[in-house]
């Protein structure tokens, strides 16, 4: 039978009907579903059946026209719908990899508005801004990758668009991930079909009440799937029975001969993307219109004579620029042009006029694909009498996996008697919005090269500063750092070497306070996993977040089997956060899944500066999603949400610098050792490598945790029930002891035992503020009191246990508040 003949014989079969028949899957809905919609069977545990739309250009060879059309009106309707002031602000992200086109059509259809696709396809040197997953397809991963991440970062209408919206879970699940890293007020869900079934249709509002926000419908037609009880095991079991029927015939029988295969050159556009994997903006699109008519002409041009049936067929996800040269042919080729493009969606092919899979071809992947080499399928193609067939795809699939035997290029040349291939320029971002930040950024430093710690245990997002001298004495540093003349980040003090004494005073907390500590390190890091992220990356604030983001990586180990990654960064008060330390991470997780730890809070200084940092952050590089939440064991200033204990008391890693750091330094930042693109540094203390405690510390406390297990979990459970609003108590008592003391400066009031000891160990203090009654935490802070000669003033109703407070006005030789020398 002729193809003509075979086609006219079809007309009026639904293609639909075979699945109908045989499973009872059932459409129910708008009378133009049939025409929209066919059916057909793929091995898929998820759900068996797919709905394959006459009129999205992927399975199913269809007039561009026709394709192009529906989503330019579904556009119109959305900007109808926003209103001309909010579709100017409007936003559109398309789901790859079917809807890549249709998102870009309807991004036409709505305006000059900017356009985005989810890809599958990671980009080196291109940030993710985000990413998803799909809940019933066979390929999960969808990446955000815009040139400008701060594409996403606006707040208008954000329009979301798919090619059937069935159970609503992707649409839900991507604007749940985005709303928590760029909150608007509007979202706008557009598909060509609404198949929601009864029981989900009350979904979408009761989530947009959820998240305060409007959520709107926009479909070109609804209905529902009837499925029967058994269907996914049925369809499974006659997809099985229908693939060994065609195990000597997998694919459609090729004709003896084989058609020609050629090369046309599009001439692309310069500086115009390929699609919308990175972002299009309204100049792109007016660029590409104004060069659309000489492609179509020299694709024209290169047809065989007497072509009377031509099909452009796209790539994957690369399927707005094939459609749109195919449109463009439409009006330039004398000759019936249809529209498709290859997938990797493995589905049924039987052919039968109510099916709408009629032939399968299959060929390996070209485009070395991140998860790795495996099948490619056009459908529809063989068999379907055309002349002639461009292949379009993005230079980066052009390979030699493309042009091999088994390729694609080989198999339609199989069927059809010409073969063309055009090749779309791969858009390569832009440096210009990466803040002029490097190509590579340093991987990070680890043990035993930098640090005590074990290579796994932490990665050290710094620059090893060690053979530079950097120490000053403490009176000296202090004196500069108060008169201005110096940040206390561009110095480094003398190492304290603790007395035999104080380490015995260390060794006594450890062994009082390593089952607390257990505790609370359980407690804080069962709060994370279960509200911030399942698969976190912590990131500690050095130094003393570092040994508290080990312990719960640990924890997390112990508890769950978890192996999180774990990096330590500088943040410096008064200069903010890392940022380059920040773009390393971000080319490498999702920002939304970094939690940045440290061990306490004092009157939390370093939790506004940190929010403060990634706002400015956001603001120069764009790349939005890092939460400035910090989790911490102790938050006895009521700064944070994440913790472990609300307690004031001696965490013992406080009590030494380097030696329970993995014998790293504070962190420095000085123009003339960093650069603008350089991490911030610090030094490794090899020679302290005798009094090292680092792994001491560590492994009492992880000791303890089988023994707190059931503790922490009781515990957990009360702290993610209670409101843990913080009341900022901390800040308001640092205010009142700063103006009763004559300080008039908070810098300089160091409130909690871990602050306390840090003025003891690092500055030059005035006096000790203890609570009335606090016992064995402030052992150590007394004797170094003692040895340092500073006044220990007991004071009733304290908030925390002690407040250290360094010496305002500092000229060495003073000791009053006004600054003025006066006799011990």
């Known amino acids: 039978m002729t193809d003509r003949a075979r086609s006219e014989k079809d007309a009026g079969v639904w293609s639909g009907s075979w699945v109908t028949e045989r499973l009872g899957v059932e459409l129910a809905g708008d009378d133009r579903l049939p025409g929209l919609l066919g059916l057909a069977l793929r091995r898929n545990p998820k759900r068996a059946h797919l709905l394959v739309s006459n009129v999205l250009g992927k399975h199913v060879p269809q007039s561009p026209s026709v394709v192009y059309g529906h989503g330019v009106a579904l556009g119109r309707r959305v900007r109808e719908l926003l209103g001309a002031e909010a579709a100017e602000g409007a936003v559109v992200l398309g789901y790859a990899e079917t809807a890549t086109g249709l998102g870009h059509s309807v991004a036409d259809g709505l305006g000059p508005a900017p356009y985005l696709h989810s890809t599958r396809r990671p980009v080196t040197g291109v940030a993710r801004a985000g990413g998803f997953e799909e809940s019933h397809s066979h390929a999960t991963s969808h990446l955000l990758l815009p040139e400008n991440p701060a594409l996403l970062a606006g707040d208008g209408p954000l329009v979301l668009v798919d090619d059937e919206f069935s159970t609503g879970n992707t649409v839900l699940n991507t604007v749940r991930a985005l709303h928590e890293r760029y909150p608007r007020k509007r979202y706008v869900v557009v598909a060509l079909v609404d198949m929601r079934s009864p029981a989900d249709a009350g979904r979408l509002e009761d989530f947009a009440r959820e998240i305060g926000a409007r959520v709107d419908l926009v479909t070109a037609a609804s209905g529902t799937v009837g499925l029967p009880e058994g269907v996914l095991e049925k369809g499974q079991e006659l997809v099985a029975r229908y693939e060994a029927r065609a ?344 920002p939304a899944d970094v939690v940045f730890v440290d061990g306490w809070t004092g009157k939390g200084a370093i939790t506004r500066e940190l929010a403060a940092a990634l706002r400015d952050f956001a603001a120069s590089d764009g790349i939005t999603g890092f939460d400035p939440e910090i989790a911490v064991l102790a938050d006895p200033g009521s700064c944070v949400r994440t913790y472990g204990t609300r307690d004031d008391f001696l965490i013992p890693s406080a009590c030494l610098n380097s030696t329970v750091s993995g014998l790293i330094s504070r962190t420095v930042l000085r123009a003339d050792l960093v650069g603008r693109h350089d991490f911030h540094g610090a030094k490794f203390y090899r020679e302290l490598a005798g009094a090292d405690l680092s792994p001491a510390f560590l492994d009492a406390v992880s000791a303890r945790f089988p023994d707190v297990a059931d503790t922490v979990d009781a515990q957990a459970k009360e702290l993610l029930s209670a409101d843990r609003t913080p009341t900022w108590e901390g800040w308001a008592a640092v205010e009142r002891i700063s103006e009763e003391y004559g300080i008039h400066d908070v810098n300089l009031v160091k409130p909690g035992v871990g602050e306390t000891t840090r003025v003891m160990l690092r500055r030059v203090p005035w006096k000790v503020l203890a609570r009335a009654g606090a016992g064995a935490d402030l052992d150590h802070v007394r004797l170094l009191a003692e040895q340092r000669g500073v006044p220990v003033e007991e004071v009733a109703d304290l908030p925390y246990t002690c407040v250290g407070l360094i010496h305002p006005k500092y000229t060495r030789g003073a000791t009053g508040a006004d600054g003025t020398a006066v006799a011990l």
């Open 247 to 590: 195990t000597a015939r997998p694919e459609a029988p090729a004709p003896s001969s084989s058609g020609s295969i050629a090369r046309v050159e599009l001439r692309w556009p310069g500086g115009v993307p390929d699609g919308g994997r990175h972002g299009f903006t309204a100049a792109q699109r007016d660029r590409l219109e104004s060069a659309l008519p000489g492609m179509a002409e020299r694709i024209t041009e290169a047809l065989p004579a007497g072509a009377r049936r031509v099909l452009v067929l796209g790539f994957e996800e690369l399927m707005y620029a094939p459609l749109r040269l195919a449109h463009a042919l439409e009006q330039t080729a004398d000759a019936d042009v249809r529209y498709s493009t290859t997938t990797r969606s493995p589905v049924l092919a039987v052919d039968d006029p109510g099916y709408a899979i009629r032939t399968r071809l299959v060929f390996p992947a070209h485009d070395d694909p991140a998860d790795g080499p495996g099948e490619r399928y056009a459908y529809n193609v063989a068999g379907a009498g055309f002349d002639a067939v461009v292949a379009v795809v993005d230079s980066a699939a052009d390979t030699p996996a493309l042009h091999a035997p088994d390729g694609l290029l080989a198999r339609l040349a199989a069927h059809v008697p010409h073969v063309l291939l055009a090749v779309v320029p791969s858009y390569v971002p832009h440096a210009s919005h990466a803040s002029e930040r490097p190509p590579m950024l340093p991987e990070p430093l680890r043990g035993p090269d930098f640090s005590s710690y074990a290579p796994d245990e932490v990665g050290w997002l710094l620059q090893d500063l060690s053979d530079v001298t950097l120490e000053a004495p403490t009176e000296e540093r202090e004196e500069a750092i108060q008169s201005g003349g110096a940040h206390y980040a561009e110095s480094l003090p003398v190492e304290y070497q603790p007395s035999e004494q104080y380490q015995e005073l260390f060794h006594a907390a450890l062994e009082t306070s390593a089952a607390r500590l257990a505790r609370a390190v359980g407690a804080v890091t069962e709060i994370v996993l279960a509200e911030r992220s399942p698969r976190p990356v912590l990131v500690s604030l050095a130094r003393a977040g570092t040994p508290v983001g080990i312990l719960m990586r640990r924890w997390a180990q112990f508890r769950h089997g978890l192996d999180l990654p774990h990096y330590a960064v500088s943040i410096v008060r008064g200069r903010g956060i890392d940022a380059n330390a920040l773009r390393w991470l971000a080319d490498r997780h999702d």
